[in-house]
């Protein structure tokens, strides 16, 4: 699968996930900005597999904070 098909299906997923916290309790959608804050930071400490493709890993990386903010804002 190349980038812009990946990249794609991360747009729709975000989408897709805003949509579906904008219906949750406001606790809720902290605990869930809380807990995808914490897998940013993982993503950002984690280490490359020499195997794996750079600009995939960067946008994926770029897109998890993305969601962390758009979370944050959320809750």
């Not at 949750?24 to 902290?30: T, V």
């Not at 995808?36 to 960067?58: A, I, K, M, N, Y």
């Amino acid at each position: 699968m190349d980038t812009r098909s990946i990249l794609g299906m991360i747009h729709a997923e975000e989408a897709l996930l805003v949509s579906i916290l904008r219906s949750l309790p406001p606790d809720i959608r902290r605990k869930v900005a809380n807990d995808f804050q914490e897998q940013v930071e993982l993503s950002e400490t984690s280490q490359l597999s020499p195997t794996s493709d750079r600009e995939t890993s960067d946008a994926f990386k770029a897109h998890i904070r993305r969601m962390s903010i758009m979370l944050a804002s959320l809750s």
